[in-house]
């Protein structure tokens, strides 16, 4: 398993340490444009691998040469948000650096299998799709893990139990009209409905749709990297040792859900093949609404990406 992260900012980088921490891999390599950057700090991941105990080979590098034949890759190019940015202000300048990203990754890892971070997260997975000529199956985008992971940690906080027993999923686009779901919210088994006033689970589905800008205004420089990379981990962890586990991602539709045509957050098998299944929920009228408005704004965005 041959893993390649392209990008070696905060997000590219923490994920490579992650997937160097984990061990599943046999080899990580990163790529970013800055010299010395991605050669540096994957020196610096190989040389900890002693004390971690893993045999993930890190190397670092200018130029797709070294990630040939990567079975996964990892695209976290591009710029991230600064205070008073929405996602959507980075299109213009991440569509033109995930194009020309891809169309490298794709020339040295035709077979290889897609996880996009840049942001617009669903547009950017839009990118790479059209550009890298890929099955659909074989490209997708890390959001859905993201913001079930920060709804499940503020009910965590909430309730004062493990984030562990937290079970939720949020769907939809990555942006202000990303969809949790409470009424398929459990703890234990318990229904989460029952275990929290109306107004609380409100107040944390709103503090889940913002977790995005609340992190980039105590940075002030940057953006969220920690989860966002322990999340695209995960998803290679479920490709590579082939776990067929549930993650929600941005995946193409073809009629899942009526839609079709874009890639929006949904339940996916993740294995070797990449998205293997989408899984469809009966929704209620209200939370379908949801679902519609959001992917409506993932569509005005990906026009304005005019590929
Ligand atoms: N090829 C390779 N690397 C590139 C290219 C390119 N064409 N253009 C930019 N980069 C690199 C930069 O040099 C930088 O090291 O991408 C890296 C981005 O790192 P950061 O600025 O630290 O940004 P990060 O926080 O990692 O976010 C990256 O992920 O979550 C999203 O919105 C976020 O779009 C942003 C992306």
Redesign the pocket.
């Known amino acids: 398993m041959k893993i390649s992260v392209?990008?070696?900012?905060?997000?590219?980088a923490t994920c490579a340490h992650i997937l160097a921490s984990k061990g599943f891999a046999q080899e990580v390599v990163l790529?970013?444009?800055?010299e010395g950057?991605p050669q540096g700090k994957g020196l610096d991941m190989w040389e900890a691998a002693p004390v971690a105990g893993s045999d993930t080979f890190v190397s670092g590098s200018n130029d797709y040469a070294p990630t040939a034949g990567s079975d996964i890759v990892v695209i976290?190019?591009?710029?991230?948000?600064k205070p008073g940015m929405t996602?959507e202000d980075?299109l213009a300048k991440?569509t033109e650096?995930v194009k020309?990203?891809t169309s490298n990754v794709a020339k040295h890892s035709p077979n290889s299998i897609l996880i996009i971070?840049?942001?617009p997260l669903d547009t950017m997975t839009y990118v790479a799709y059209k550009v890298s000529g890929f099955p659909h199956q074989r490209v997708m985008g890390m959001a859905g893990i993201l913001d079930t992971a920060r709804y499940r940690s503020f009910i965590a906080m909430e309730l004062k139990m493990s984030v562990e027993d937290i079970s939720a999923v949020v769907l939809g686009g990555h942006g202000d009209t990303m969809v949790p779901f409470p009424r398929l919210t459990t703890v234990g088994g318990v229904p989460l409905t029952d275990l929290l006033p109306k107004e609380r689970i409100d107040a944390i589905v709103e503090r889940t749709r913002k977790g995005g800008i609340e992190i980039v205004n105590f940075l002030k420089t940057?953006?969220a990297?920690y989860a966002?990379a322990a999340a695209a981990a995960q998803m290679c962890e479920s490709i590579a040792l082939n776990k067929r586990r549930v993650l929600p991602c941005a995946c193409w539709l073809t009629g899942e859900y009526g839609l079709r045509d874009l890639f929006m957050g949904v339940p996916a098998v993740l294995g070797t093949k990449g998205v293997e299944k989408v899984l469809e929920i009966n929704f209620s009228p209200e939370e379908k609404e949801a679902f519609m408005k959001s992917s409506e704004a993932i569509r005005k965005t990906m026009n304005e990406a005019k590929l």
């Open positions: 392209i990008g070696a900012g905060n997000v590219g790529v970013d444009i800055l950057i976290t190019a591009g710029l991230a948000r996602r980075l991440n650096i020309d990203v971070i840049s942001n940057g953006s990297y966002p």
